[in-house]
């Protein structure tokens, strides 16, 4: 099974050559899930919600699990941010902000890390943490994923700022409820990282994977527009973790980092 995740889209900022390439990229991968972690547009226009809808129209009909990114928030319509900060989401992406995939072996919870009184920062309250831990636990899936848009964790020290506000205890309780790999974008630096470097004591297997900006021209220093790729290979009880960044070079999209992570096993089998 392949799951691909689009962070950072922020349409309004997308670049014509680069959303051409990333289409036919994912054409080709054929993926069984789409994933959006968030930050869909710049400004959160009806405008930039529909170029959205244009763009998902061009990739294979299989099912989008999205969760919105604080950019995906009025920022100057400050009526709209407090009255109905998600009005024009909703219209794209339904009315559920913290969705639910689940096929019986793949299980991915969205959360909705944004808060409408922050411009930039996010987290997770602790209704939240406990809500993500009833699915984690009621499932019986074999790979258990939860995505947000901001991050659990940083490779940067100047990245520590927008780590969630909450992160620790979402972690050690998620984690503890079967979570192998958490989702997530808004710093547009890709990375994978084992969870328990920074979160000592948490189940061995714990990931994070960080997705890049996918579309836009707002990249990061000379990190190149990057989406992940993630596989989940039964036979070998194995996850697949894939970077695939555009190389400008005639390519297009390119796989440039593989991590392959063991699937946990349930609970009651560990030790």
């Excluded at 009806?46 to 809808?53: E, G, K, L, Y």
């Excluded at 209704?127 to 659990?152: D, E, F, N």
């Excluded at 960080?210 to 021209?217: D, L, M, Y």
Aim: hydrophobic fraction near 45%; proline fraction near 6%; charged fraction near 15%.
């Amino acid at each position: 099974m392949r799951l691909i995740q689009l962070s950072d889209l922020h349409f309004g900022t997308e670049q014509p050559a680069v959303v051409a390439a990333l289409v036919a990229r994912v054409q080709q991968l054929q993926p069984d899930v789409i994933l959006l972690s968030g930050d869909i547009t710049q400004r959160a226009r009806r405008a930039q919600f529909a170029a959205c809808r244009r763009f998902l129209n061009q990739l294979p009909a299989v099912p989008v699990l999205a969760v919105p990114g604080n950019h995906d928030l009025p920022l100057f319509n400050l009526w709209q941010r407090f009255s109905q900060p998600y009005a024009h989401y909703r219209r794209i992406f339904g009315h559920r902000l913290a969705p639910v995939y689940d096929n019986g072996d793949v299980l991915v919870v969205g959360v909705n890390t944004t808060r409408p009184g922050k411009h930039v920062d996010g987290g997770f309250s602790a209704a939240t943490i406990a809500s993500v831990s009833q699915y984690l636990r009621a499932s019986t899936a074999t790979v258990k994923i939860v995505m947000g848009h901001h991050p659990v964790d940083a490779v940067l020290a100047t990245d520590e700022q927008n780590v969630a506000a909450g992160a620790e205890a979402a972690v050690r309780a998620w984690t503890a409820a079967g979570m192998q790999l958490y989702l997530a974008g808004h710093i547009h630096y890709p990375f994978f990282a084992d969870l328990e470097h920074r979160y000592p004591g948490i189940p061995p297997q714990c990931w994070t994977a960080q997705a890049g900006t996918a579309i836009s021209r707002r990249v990061r220093a000379d990190i190149a527009n990057s989406f992940n790729v993630i596989e989940w290979l039964p036979q070998q009880q194995m996850l697949c973790l894939q970077r695939w960044d555009d190389t400008q070079v005639g390519g297009g999209f390119t796989r440039v980092a593989q991590q392959l992570i063991a699937v946990r096993q349930p609970p009651a089998l560990r030790g």
